[in-house]
């Protein structure tokens, strides 16, 4: 149980989980920094973490053209032939910029 007055490095990583069509699960951190610190100064094994099951827009939106879905979206689709626009590679739905798909 945790209580306002739990230390950070207790409370450990929320890692987001992403499957991608099926491919293997991807895992990202982000901004664990000053929590993985607390952990290697006090010496301790291990630190805990909390996966988060999440879509690949998810990850899309943290990493914007950087993201390792956008790029296979859109190396998938110049393999085909197809144009990708802007709002396709980043997973939005056309005519509502504001709602990713899948959410």
């Not at 951190?29 to 999440?54: D, N």
Request: aromatic letters at 8%.
């Amino acid at each position: 149980m945790t209580t306002p007055n739990t230390p950070l490095w207790r409370l450990g990583f929320m890692v987001l989980c992403a499957d991608a069509d099926g491919d293997d699960n991807y895992y990202f951190a982000f901004g664990g920094c000053h929590r993985w610190a607390a952990v290697q100064h006090l010496g301790l094994p291990t630190i805990r973490a909390k996966l988060i099951k999440v879509s690949p827009s998810t990850i899309d939106t943290y990493l914007g053209a950087s993201s390792p879905f956008r790029k296979k979206r859109q190396a998938a689709a110049a393999a085909t032939g197809a144009a990708v626009t802007t709002t396709q590679a980043a997973g939005v739905e056309v005519g509502n910029p504001t709602v990713p798909k899948g959410q």
